[in-house]
């Protein structure tokens, strides 16, 4: 049997649930070398572990939303949660990178759901401001998970070496499949539920897919994420490397790109009933241009260093949050029926940009600060273009439907 939760505790909760996913890639980071001395493998190899969570993940958000909708909310994501538990051991017990590489594929198989199916969540219980205020807060509290997660990396890596942070995420996801059984309360109706039919699945993907409005959101939301986001991809040599700081350093990008995101969350909050979406999403936009500008600045003309490299980070971070959840809900309006499949999509397209980028475009710039700069100003200019081209579709009609 389930308590009540408050307001507070319920946005704690799925913000705890939506940072597994962070946690799986954070943590580890600081451990890089050390695995690699450990299991013979070379950098790259190392870098695949990222690069196959990261796929794995895009791969699975796809159907986490739509389970959602078949079983319910609860169920999901107690199982999938004790599944990530499991694959954290497979991690921790690896004897070799190949068992690793299996380990984050399952990780990567079960680390969407808690974000996937807690927007859906969110989305059961709230409409309107109410909706975009309870998302503020789970960003507000999710924000710590990626600050936290180095650190605490680092630390167990000093401690008890790099097998110990597959051991303390393991812990982790069998502590929150718990709690989410002990305390999370059932958001779906059994009426409201959806088959798991073949082609009623199908043609409910193809009309998310194909649904002009849904994808420039969708779109727009992973673009301006993956500006931010790969810079934790290049994390490893932007901090070791760029910034020639040692492995506790990476507090230096996360703390303030995480100070950011909170402070974005908070605005955003605030801004809710307040201000409309449209225009809460413009002063997102405009500052991450600024941060973007700022950042190309001290990139080209100014030795790396702290805390000048990272702070442009955070007023990335911070315009990012205050766009993303009334970017995000706008799109899980337009399919009120199947708001865990919408979810799902998002996430998927949101990921799947990700996992591209840390497999082709990381690489590719994280050789030099303005090459990672260039690609933060790259993918908020696609980003603003995906919002500019909703904004028309809106303004000739282009509307919702469902399905």
Excluded: K
């Excluded at 299991?39 to 895009?58: C, D, F, H, K, R």
């Excluded at 969350?265 to 936009?285: N, P, Y």
Aim: contains cysteine; hydrophobic residues 55%.
């Amino acid at each position: 049997m389930t308590r009540p939760l408050t307001h507070a505790r319920l946005a704690s909760l799925l913000a705890a649930l939506s940072s597994i996913g962070p946690f799986a890639i954070d943590a580890y980071l600081p451990a890089f070398p050390a695995i690699g001395v450990a299991l013979g493998a070379s950098q790259l190899e190392v870098q695949q572990t990222l690069t196959i969570y990261m796929v794995a993940l895009a791969a699975m958000v796809l159907w986490h939303g739509a389970l959602a909708d078949r079983f319910g909310r609860r169920r999901v994501l107690i199982a999938l949660t004790v599944v990530f538990a499991l694959a954290s051991l497979v991690c921790a017990l690896a004897p070799s990178i190949e068992w690793l590489w299996c380990g984050r594929a399952l990780q990567g198989l079960s680390g969407g759901a808690g974000i996937v199916v807690g927007r859906a969540v969110v989305r059961d219980l709230h409409e309107g401001p109410q909706a975009q205020r309870l998302m503020s807060r789970v960003m507000l509290i999710f924000g710590l998970a990626p600050a936290l997660a180095p650190l605490v990396g680092a630390g167990l890596l000093a401690l008890a070496g790099w097998r110990s942070i597959f051991f303390f995420l393991t812990l982790f996801g069998l502590v929150l499949a718990w709690v989410t059984w002990r305390f999370l309360p059932e958001t779906l109706a059994e009426e409201d539920r959806q088959p798991l039919h073949p082609l009623p699945l199908l043609r409910a993907y193809l009309a998310i897919f194909r649904h002009p409005a849904f994808m420039l959101l969708a779109l727009g939301v992973a673009l301006n994420f993956n500006g931010f986001f790969l810079y934790v991809l290049s994390a490893p040599v932007f901090i070791l490397e760029h910034l020639g700081l040692g492995s506790g350093g990476f507090v230096w990008l996360f703390g303030p790109a995480v100070g950011g995101m909170m402070i974005g969350s908070v605005l955003s909050e605030r801004m809710a009933g307040r201000w409309s979406s449209v225009r809460t999403v413009g002063a997102g936009f405009t500052l991450m241009f600024a941060a973007v500008v700022v950042n190309a600045a001290v990139s080209g003309l100014l030795v790396p260093g702290v805390p000048v490299s990272v702070l442009p980070i955070g007023l990335f971070s911070c315009g990012m949050a205050v766009a993303m959840p009334s970017m995000s809900l706008l799109g899980l309006e337009i399919f009120p029926e199947r708001r865990g499949m919408a979810s799902s999509c998002q996430s998927f397209l949101q990921i799947g940009l990700n996992a591209a980028s840390s497999a082709l475009v990381a690489p590719v710039l994280w050789s030099s600060p303005l090459g990672l700069a260039s690609g933060m100003g790259m993918f908020a200019a696609l980003g603003l273009c995906a919002w500019v081209a909703w904004r028309r579709l809106g303004l000739r009609g282009g509307g919702g439907e469902t399905i």
